[in-house]
């Protein structure tokens, strides 16, 4: 049995110390592995020889053959000097995908969780952000024309409130959103949170409190750090096998800047009945389940005995379907036939048929899904007659900007009271006002407008 543990936390004395806690916690847990184990570590600069892309420069054909052959895969680390889109997470950016394609067996802390919301997301797409460290959007406007005409077709600008990116329509000169990220900067949030950030909020729950409170769900845990959070286990998953052993509130570190909120699905078919949150703090999720992927926002730790038990009753889990089965997961020639495959489908579909069929194409069992481009909440969420909803893009502001400017393009600027003011008064009088130039022929004209205009 092969066992990839990744080491993605920065090259600084606490980055060394939480992946030392971190293998610590994993060695504990060595006695729940059958037969023999071969434990191979790796960083960001020795991870390499497992990294396998065609037409990029991990094209090496062992390097396939070496990450086919591992049966678990462990990530832990820093999303706050790694975050998803830099170029520094490329690599983790890139095992992780493959994961996800092989379905293979993959525990990740920290890190981890950015990786999977920006992935269901987004399914990570071919953009450079100019700006890694995201930013306000007012700042985008004030971009120079030197700036401008110097962006490429995949540079993006990353809105740190909202996690929106906007590309750059060289033709007709406006940003336009392309999507979001799934993720927001907590502070910039916290300080210049526009009525867009409604929808990146985490939604307050109504709780009740008791005369003595109840110690069982946690109400006698209180923070003794900044850093900590209360993680409280959702009650429909108290006995999920993650979480066995696990009291239903239990405290953990969290220092992410970055935060998940709850719009952060694009692609239904990647999270349909597999993309489950099981536990939650007041910031946001904290622990998700993803097919054959669990991944925390906290990172393992002995001081708190609790996430240490998250990461024992995955290894048990695993280890009993592997028994089971044999092997869980694909190796990548499969995912890439299976891709092929579906393309192919696709291809061979033919909707005039199907539309002029009384037939039904596809199962009754089988849930239909509906597709709109205003649909704000681009979750996991169901309409009324219980079909899938699905967004094209998941931006939450839909404005197209003007570089340079703060004037936005908006039907409701455009629908203000001052505009229909003017162009009713305008039409009234049949005169067209053309950069101060007054094409009406009476001349006296003049007054009677400037006089209308200061009312």
Request: a positive charge; aromatic letters at 10%.
């Amino acid at each position: 049995m092969k066992i990839l543990i990744v080491n993605a936390f920065s090259d600084t004395n606490e980055g060394r110390l939480q992946y030392q806690e971190f293998v610590e916690a994993f060695e504990q847990n060595k006695q729940t592995l059958i037969g023999q184990q071969e434990y191979i570590l790796r960083d960001k600069n020795t991870i390499d020889s497992f990294l396998y892309e065609i037409n990029t420069e991990f094209s090496n054909k062992e390097a396939m053959k070496l990450f086919d052959h591992l049966d678990f895969v462990f990530i832990d680390g820093d999303s706050n000097s790694n975050l998803p889109w830099t170029k520094h997470c490329r690599k983790f950016a890139l095992l992780f995908k493959m994961c996800k394609r092989t379905n293979k067996i993959l525990f990740c802390g920290g890190l981890g969780l950015a990786l999977l919301i920006y992935y269901c997301a987004t399914t990570f797409p071919d953009i450079n952000i100019v700006n890694p460290k995201g930013g306000r959007l007012e700042l985008m406007n004030q971009m120079t024309p030197e700036e401008v005409s110097r962006l490429r077709r995949t540079d993006a600008y990353l809105d740190s409130c909202t996690g929106d990116y906007y590309g750059f329509n060289t033709e007709q000169k406006i940003w336009i959103p392309l999507g979001n990220t799934g993720l927001h900067h907590v502070q910039t949030l916290e300080t210049y949170g526009s009525s867009s950030s409604y929808y990146v909020q985490k939604i307050k729950k109504y709780k009740t409190n008791g005369p003595l409170g109840d110690a069982r769900m946690g109400d006698h845990l209180y923070k003794s750090k900044l850093t900590e959070s209360k993680c409280c286990i959702d009650k429909h998953y108290m006995s999920h096998w993650a979480l066995q052993g696990v009291p239903a509130t239990f405290m953990v570190i969290n220092k992410n800047q970055w935060d998940p909120h709850p719009i952060n699905i694009r692609d239904i078919e990647q999270v349909r009945k597999n993309y489950t949150i099981l536990a939650e703090s007041d910031r946001g999720p904290q622990i998700i389940e993803h097919r054959n992927t669990l991944a925390v926002q906290f990172h393992i730790m002995k001081r708190y005995s609790e996430t240490v038990k998250v990461l024992q009753n995955f290894i048990k889990y695993k280890i009993l379907e592997i028994q089971k089965v044999d092997r869980i997961h694909i190796t990548l020639e499969e995912a890439d036939l299976k891709q092929r495959r579906l393309m192919f489908k696709l291809f061979d579909e033919k909707p005039n048929n199907q539309a002029n069929s009384q037939i039904p194409s596809q199962p009754r069992e089988e849930e239909q899904v509906a597709f709109t481009k205003e649909f704000k909440f681009s979750g996991n969420n169901y309409s009324r007659r219980r079909k899938f909803v699905v967004v094209d893009n998941n931006a939450i502001n839909k404005e197209q900007i003007r570089p340079s400017t703060t004037s936005t393009f908006s039907q409701s600027r455009l629908n203000s009271r001052g505009h229909l003011k003017s162009q009713q008064f305008n039409e009234n009088i049949g005169f067209e006002i053309n950069n101060g130039a007054f094409t009406d022929r009476q001349s006296n004209m003049k007054d009677q407008i400037d006089r209308y205009r200061q009312q």
